[in-house]
């Protein structure tokens, strides 16, 4: 797990912050790896009261990707400098088309995952990239 500093989050250049980053190849265990890590992370910042809510959405966003996509998966978690009330997470996978939020049936499978991190997170959204797109969103680091 290595530690990166100053990337571009939300259209946002962030020069100063801790920036976490991991490439998941597109297959079934990339879920549970990723929840591993981004757990160990948060563990590392300290910021434990965030890792059951940040599993669950990266695992839902990852899942998403797996079922689209056939390139590599990338986790980001980040904690912007000037910002210490803000964990953002991103997701990306090498498809161009943003995901689409839709209405499941109480018996649908699946269908839920943007859903729960529209409700989840104070904010979330998608950017396009050179090589495909970012699902982002922002939780609320309790104060």
């Known amino acids: 797990m290595g530690v990166f500093l100053a ?15 991991w490439s998941f190849p597109a297959e079934p265990g990339a879920v549970r790896t990723a929840r591993a ?12 009261s965030l890792a059951d809510i940040t599993a669950l959405l990266v695992s839902e966003l990852v899942t998403n990707s797996l079922r689209h996509a056939t390139g ?16 953002l997470v991103e997701v990306s996978d090498p498809l161009p088309d943003p995901p689409r939020e839709r209405s499941a ?12 991190v529209a409700r989840s997170s104070r904010r979330w959204g998608t950017r396009p990239g050179d ?5 982002w969103f922002e939780l609320a680091v309790p104060g």
Do not use: F, H, N
């Not at 990337?7 to 980053?21: H, K, L, P, Q």
């Not at 049936?105 to 729960?116: K, V």
């Open 7 to 21: 990337w571009e989050v939300i259209g946002v250049i962030d020069t100063e912050g801790d920036c976490a980053e």
């Open 37 to 48: 890590v981004v757990r160990g992370q948060l563990r590392d910042w300290e910021l434990e």
């Open 72 to 87: 590599p998966i990338g986790v980001r978690l980040v904690r912007p400098a000037g910002m210490p009330d803000a964990l």
């Open 105 to 116: 049936d109480a018996d649908d499978e699946s269908g839920r995952g943007l859903q729960l």
């Open 131 to 135: 090589t495909g797109k970012t699902v």
